[in-house]
């Protein structure tokens, strides 16, 4: 079992910037995710284990960086845009990044407008 405590959240305008902060209890493969009213929920980047892999939706590139501090995972957000307001969730599995998530958080709301 993996708890987490998300945090970082809050509105912002166009163009700003937020990062997201994930402890979990145990040290996994971590992604973020993000779910917009009435859509699916979507990958949005995910770090290895030990940090030594990452990756990221195309949506995302060169505007977020995703990184960790043993069980910390942080998710900086730049130059934010309308279309990213979403619930940003955190997950877990002990296999990789590109694994089913096995452990969920709560999530954080991001609302990006002007």
């Known amino acids: 079992q993996v708890q987490f405590a998300e945090s970082g959240g809050g509105v912002v305008q166009p163009g700003g910037s937020l990062t997201l902060s994930c402890a979990a209890s145990?040290?996994?493969?971590v992604t973020w995710h993000r779910q917009a009213p009435g859509k699916g929920r979507e990958f949005v980047a995910g770090?290895?284990?030990?940090?030594?892999i990452t990756d990221y939706a195309n949506s995302v590139k060169g505007r977020f960086a995703i990184s960790r501090d043993a069980n910390m995972v942080y998710l900086q957000m730049h130059d934010l845009e309308p279309e990213d307001t979403a619930v940003y969730l955190c997950g877990a599995s002990p296999l990789s990044i590109w694994a089913p998530v096995d452990y969920w958080g709560q999530g954080t709301q991001v609302t990006v407008s002007s």
């Open positions: 770090i290895a284990t030990h940090g030594q």
């Open positions: 145990r040290r996994f493969a």
